[in-house]
T-cell receptor, first 113, second 115 residues
Framework: KNQVEQSPQSLIILEGKNCTLQ??????????LRWYKQDTGRGPVSLTI?????NTKSNRRYTATLDADTKQSSLHITASQLSDSASYIC????????????FGAGTTVTVRA | NAGVTQTPKFRILKIGQSMTLQCTQD?????MYWYRQDPGMGLKLIYY???????DKGEVPNGYNVSRSTTEDFPLRLELAAPSQTSVYFC??????????????FGEGSWLTVV
């Protein structure tokens, strides 16, 4: 069964600090991996999409890495801001079914002043 | 640009009642999806549509029905609401199939409580 596990479940950081979120998956075969940001009470918004050949992808202060060999991805948030407080969701596609994505449960990040 | 619009935002239903969650998108996307999000769980696909007149079941379709009479609209109907359907529902759309690597756009969510 395809699974996506995210860690930690939640974390609290001080404004201006960095943090790294982890995503491990068992989805196979692998097509692409996405990171979404979901603000409280809102829908998910795409941050990055990475395919098999991409190791790193950045979007402003967000940098995602992918190791397809170990089936791990990370999302690094640099110089955190209060607006970074949200849930970050890792989503993996196996490519075999166009309409099947495996969603992680998310990591809740709280940035404090 | 409105994107994906869902209504209502919040709703409380009694067990056995029926209701329809509305979803419309203005991006001319062919592909539309309905997900549910339960606490501590990843999103689960309920139904999807590849174009007007074409729908298919996702991972958790029981208790739901959909229709797609136009490209813009993809309503989700709950028949005989049960407490297990208490959840947050998200409508989404994309230009190409979601696994192709293109961006999926989500609505703001509909919070449904069945009591």
């Amino acid at each position: 069964k395809n699974q996506v596990e995210q860690s930690p479940q939640s974390l609290i950081i001080l404004e201006g600090k960095n943090c790294t979120l982890q995503c491990n998956y068992t989805v196979s075969p692998f097509s692409n991996l996405r990171w979404y940001k979901q603000d409280t009470g809102r829908g998910p918004v795409s941050l990055t999409i990475m395919t098999f050949s991409e190791n790193t992808k950045s979007n402003r202060r967000y940098t995602a890495t992918l190791d397809a060999d170990t089936k791990q991805s990370s999302l690094h948030i640099t110089a955190s801001q209060l607006s970074d407080s949200a849930s970050y969701i890792c989503v993996v596609s196996d490519g075999s079914n166009d309409y099947k994505l495996s969603f992680g449960a998310g990591t809740t990040v709280t940035v404090r002043a | 640009n409105a994107g994906v619009t869902q209504t209502p935002k919040f709703r409380i239903l009694k067990i056995g009642q029926s209701m329809t969650l509305q979803c419309t998108q203005d991006m001319n996307h062919n592909y539309m999806y309905w997900y549910r999000q339960d606490p501590g769980m990843g999103l689960k696909l309920i139904y999807y549509s590849v174009g007007a007149g074409i729908t298919d079941k996702g991972e958790v379709p029981n208790g739901y029905n959909v229709s797609r009479s136009t490209t813009e609209d993809f309503p989700l109907r709950l028949e005989l609401a049960a407490p297990s359907q208490t959840s947050v529902y998200f409508c989404a759309s994309s230009y190409t199939p979601e696994s192709s690597g293109n961006t999926i756009y989500f609505g703001e969510g509909s919070w449904l409580t069945v009591v």
